[in-house]
């Protein structure tokens, strides 16, 4: 049985994971370059390679916010977030 410590931690890792996961929301939609523009080209292609990096990143988070979740389904009251 986990310590209400320990559970108090994890609380707080979800909640760190979703800020973190709202921000990289935040970044991933975020108004990309215009692509008009010919030598906007490179913005926009490296715009795409970002946005796909903080897509990754998100899913990560939100895979191993939902495993900590599950693991500790038992003793981890998500409503005393």
């Known amino acids: 049985m986990k310590t209400r410590q320990n559970l108090q931690e994890l609380k707080v890792q979800i ?5 973190e996961i709202f921000e990289l929301q935040e970044k991933i939609e975020k108004h990309r370059p215009e692509v008009n523009d010919p030598f906007r080209f490179m913005d926009q292609l490296t715009w795409k390679q970002q946005r796909k990096s903080l897509k ?3 899913t990560k988070l ?3 916010r939902q495993e900590i979740i599950k693991a500790n389904s038992g003793q981890l009251n998500l409503f005393d977030l």
Do not use: C, G, Q, T
């Open 15 to 19: 909640e760190e994971m979703d800020r």
């Open 62 to 64: 939100v895979k191993r």
């Open 56 to 58: 990754a990143k998100r």
